[in-house]
């Protein structure tokens, strides 16, 4: 089993900084790509941020030059640092994995719990 747990979300005052973490755990044999995607009420589930087993990334238009997605292959970690926060950002923030299981031959999407992110003032 793979369990994604998230943590880092809160309240920000616009203009602020906040950072997001995920670490899987687990039987995991290897962890291919990992993302940030966010869910604003009303709203479908969108991409913010991905990151490959390389480090390659892409960011969705919105949030480019001010999000940074960065990973840790050792602790497979994946981070999100959210620099000038806008109220458009608020959400609930979503981690993403493709995950080989030990003993698995094929690699699955896994999902963390969500943490909600608010910019407010």
């Known amino acids: 089993q793979v369990q994604l747990v998230e943590s880092g979300g809160g309240l920000v005052q616009p203009g602020g900084s906040l950072r997001l973490s995920c670490a899987a755990s687990?039987?995991?044999?290897?962890?291919?790509?990992m993302a940030w995607y966010r869910q604003a009420p009303g709203k479908l589930r969108e991409l913010v941020a991905a990151i490959t087993s390389g480090r390659s990334t892409n960011y969705s238009d919105s949030v480019k030059g001010r999000f940074t997605i960065s990973r840790d292959n050792a602790k497979n970690a994946v981070y999100l640092q959210m620099n000038s926060l806008k109220p458009e950002d608020t959400a609930v923030y979503y981690c993403?994995?493709?995950?080989?299981?030990?003993?698995?031959?094929?690699?699955?999407?896994?999902w963390g719990q969500g943490t909600q992110v608010t910019v407010s003032s």
């Open positions: 687990g039987s995991i044999a290897s962890v291919n790509n």
């Open positions: 993403n994995a493709v995950v080989r299981a030990i003993g698995r031959l094929v690699s699955l999407p896994y």
